[in-house]
Structure formats: C-alpha cells, structure tokens
C-alpha cells in the first residue's frame, strides 16, 4: 500500500509523466520504426496515469484505482 501512495502523491504522479515523456521521446527518436511506435505507445499509458492521476498498480495492491481515493485512504 505504501507504494501505492507514493504513486497517487504530487512526486509519483510528477514520476509517471516523466517516465511517460521519456519512454516517448526514446521511441521515436532513438528507437524508431515499429518497436518505437510500440514503445511510444507505451509510454501513453504512465502519461496517462500521471496526467488523469489514476494508478494502475492500485488494484493489484488491494487499492483503489483513483489516486483520489488512495489519499483519501490515509
């Protein structure tokens, strides 16, 4: 649960965008032609997550799905 706190706190949410970007970037700039694309469109998902403040790994941590809700928890 602990991680998943951090993932919902302003410094996890600041982590997936990052990591979202870069994955992005490294995609289609270093990696290119179809294998970037695949991981471009992989980093939309931690981008995603970050931006519409959701964490995939609430679920599988027995929390929930919001990062709203994983503060609120406390």
Known sequence: MAFARFMSSA?????RIVAGIALIVVGL????DT?????A???????????????LF???????LSGRAIR???
């Open 41 to 55: 469109v992989v980093g939309l998902v931690p981008l995603a997550a970050g931006l519409f403040d959701f964490c």
């Open 58 to 64: 609430g679920p599988l941590l027995g929390a929930p």
């Open 11 to 15: 410094a996890g949410r600041l982590l």
């Open 29 to 32: 700039v270093v990696v290119k």
């Open 35 to 39: 294998a970037g694309i695949v991981i």
């Open 72 to 74: 609120d928890r406390r």
